[in-house]
């Protein structure tokens, strides 16, 4: 009897960065364990950037004014919770913080003063912030949210926005929920990763729309204690690979094997975690689908396949 073959979906704009930025990947190497503390700095020629700048705009949210709210600064013991690299496990990267304003979809209704724009929408914002985050992410449970909605995410002060839509988020949680995933998990949808220790967000309703059909809260804030502007300062691995692994800044024939690899971070309600993945061409020359090849410790349900954020280059 054959065995099923399980296949984890990701965002439709995670494959169309790909195909953009890397049409040329074959494979690469098993990266060595990790195991030690010490940080790795990267070189700024060397700095990530995420899949969601393919998706950024320049701009500006339309709301005028936002709810404002502010986490007490984490604890000594919330920051100890950050588990310690191992190997066969993903590098925990950040930790939840919940936001008693916004446990749910009554008190977040009530957080939220919505504004009418001259052209007949209707925005709602909100701004959050974890002191001392290098990064930040809002957790989205959703109950029911219009495909038309459009939300948008912007670290305050910054003119770079992104944006998505309602269909978006909803089909998200559609996967999540076909591929058998239950629970509060597979019902939350994780903006993109915001730097810095604010994140502003808005919801606009186009005209007409009954504010009554937004059920949302933002119960759970993802503290990142790291961020691809710190170069992802992490554990180095120098001095623990094999003898069989070989570095590939040292080769310059690896340039395609090395432009393949991507560093992730995904989310739960436990926190954010770290990974590597690698981009596979397949064989059908008459296809380009953009395989993406990880380890089952790292990502192994659809639902944190669907806070996936890729870190390329």
């Given at each position: ?30 990266a ?30 339309r ?6 709210i ?7 013991e ?19 913080r ?37 990064a930040?992410?809002a957790?989205?449970?959703?109950t ?6 459009i939300?948008?995410f ?26 058998g995933?239950?629970?509060d ?15 502003a ?32 300062d ?12 070989v ?9 395609d094997?090395?432009n ?12 954010s ?9 397949d064989v ?6 953009p395989?993406?090849l ?8 659809q ?11």
């Open positions: 009897m054959s065995r099923a073959r399980r296949v984890l979906v990701v965002p439709a704009h995670f494959f169309l960065f790909i195909l953009m930025a890397c049409t040329a990947a074959l494979a690469a190497r098993a060595p364990a990790t195991a030690s503390w010490r940080p790795r700095r990267i070189a700024p020629h060397m700095q990530s950037t995420p899949t969601s700048a393919g998706l950024a705009r320049r701009g500006h949210l709301a005028s004014r936002a709810r404002d502010r986490l007490a600064p984490p604890s000594v919330k920051s100890a919770q950050l588990a310690p690299p191992r190997n066969a496990a993903p590098l925990q990267v950040g930790f939840t919940a936001v008693a304003q916004l446990q749910d979809a009554g008190t977040t209704a009530a957080s939220l003063e919505w504004q009418a724009l001259a052209d007949g929408a209707q925005v709602a914002g909100l701004r959050l912030t974890s002191p001392g985050a290098a930040i992410r957790g989205i449970r959703v029911r949210l219009p495909d038309a909605a939300l948008r912007q670290r305050p002060g910054d003119d770079t926005l992104f944006e998505t839509t309602g269909r978006e988020v909803n089909a998200a949680i559609a996967r999540n929920v076909a591929a995933d239950r629970g998990a597979a019902h939350t949808w994780w903006s993109p990763v915001i730097e810095g220790e604010s994140i967000l808005e919801i606009e309703l186009a005209r007409g729309t009954d504010r009554g059909a937004v059920r949302i809260a933002v119960p759970l804030l993802s503290h990142l204690v790291t961020s691809a502007a710190r170069g992802f992490t554990p180095t691995p120098i001095g623990f690979s094999g003898a069989c692994e570095d590939a800044m040292c080769n310059s024939g690896w340039t094997q090395k393949a690899v991507a560093q992730m971070v995904y989310s739960d309600e436990t926190g975690y770290m990974c590597t993945g690698t981009l596979l061409a059908d020359a008459t296809s380009s689908l395989y993406f990880s380890a089952n410790h790292c990502i192994d349900s639902t944190l396949a669907s806070t996936l954020v890729t870190y390329w280059f």
